[in-house]
């Protein structure tokens, strides 16, 4: 432990004057190097421009180095460091963004030049912890803190050496040229740099300036940006609201032009079961019905033969229950509204301590199927969207997304194969019956069924009951439903009859 009530010595000058020496080269190498090479070599040698976030980093790596430039000119004070870390923070949050734009791309694929197989955005990503890691390593050796006072001697600034007016020089260099790039190639104000630029060229006439990225900057500010989706419409969590949906019930000014109607023919309440309930499916003689994380398998008169519940935050998250479809023979898949799934399978000798991780509820009587039983589905046009409802052919299990607040145009069917959970297929269908000016992304589909090559899909919204031909990718029929029927979830086939969930009843519909 350092003893600061001891006198300063000679040698602890001697050791402050090296870890300015240190600081100084860090100054100099952070701009020479990074901003440097990307504006000699890459920018006038090979012609590669900077875009906006490029250019935010350029000047967060040329700021580290200057205020270092500055701790080395007017020596160590506590303003320099928190200067160099909000610097160092800040251009984390920039490289990180940059990169999270292009990290999941396939092989090969980026933005921009890279070098030794790395793009430029996540070289700054790599600048940025070098900073704090090397920056943190020399406070962690510096000498002590009153030698690197008591070295200016009293004075305002330290002396300038060789090496430092070098330093100095190099530095103001880059960045002057920096500055001369971006005025040439960006303009100036209101002008600024573009999201996609135009390769660099002393030719006036491939110059591209613009200020579009200006339009909207200001329009919509939120921290969690597209990702601020509200959560779906459920029968125990109306959500209408926040999704701003107004959810109407007359087929006959649904987007589609009708091609039949259904009617009820039966009603069969769920008894015993007090959770207002999401979805329902029969499957291999037996009906599931679920509300959130919870689910019962059904005897025949529809009392409960045993719940169960699923822990939605263990492992891959799955969240509230919107489908349950066949698995295999004796297996179900229970879908999350977020396209991640639980594997289940019944079994009266289940393991309730090998069950604690996944159910909070029903382990004697259920258990998860291969390994952890979960996974997450992941989409590319659906990636912004929930979905309420799942179907399977066997081999492939398909979504519908649902629209929320962040857009009402969109609808798309997903499908993936079961085998290792990776998406196969996306695609909007077709719909001669559309009507003009209006879209399919009206519909709110809250369940789904597949039988013979069709998708049948039943929508909340304007309810109405879609055929989609999969190998088309066309909407086929479109049937009415009873005004009546106000909160229809999940979907069931017999034959030429359907069963909807409606408010704890199942209803029977046939034309």
Known sequence: MTDYSAPITDKDIAKAKTWYDIVCWGGLLIVLLPVGIANLILGYLMGDSPCTLCWGQREQMAFIGVVALFMVRYGFKPKYLATMLVMAAMGLYSSFRHLGNHAARDVGQGFGLDIFGIHTQMWAEIVFWCVVMLFGLACFLAPRFDALIAELRGKSWRPMTGFMKIAFGIVGFIIASNAFQA????????????????????????????????????????????????????????????????????????????????????????????????TVAFIRGEYVVASKYDFWFLNANLSTKFHAAMDPWFSANVLDLVGVTPLNDDAYVLMGSNKSILRIRQNPQADDVKGWANFTAGRDHVEAVGGFGRARIGTERAKMFYVHSSATDGRYIYTATVPDNKSKKTFVISKALQSDWVLSGEFTPAAPMLKKDRSLGELYVTGMVWEDGKLYAVSKNWNVLITIDVAKEAVESVLGLPADLTDIRGLVKKGDAFEVLDANRIITLTK
């Open 183 to 278: 005025a040439w190639t960006t303009g100036l104000p209101p002008n600024w740099g573009q999201g996609d630029p135009w390769r660099f060229s002393w030719n006036p006439k491939y110059i591209y300036w613009s200020d579009a990225s200006w339009h909207g900057m200001w329009d919509g500010i939120n921290f969690l940006g597209r990702r601020d989706v509200k959560d779906p419409d459920f029968a125990y969590a109306p959500n209408a609201a926040k999704l701003g949906i107004k959810f109407e019930h007359d087929a006959k000014n649904a987007p589609l032009e009708l091609t039949g109607e259904l009617k009820v023919s039966g009603e069969k309440a769920v008894p015993g079961i007090t959770a207002k309930l999401n």
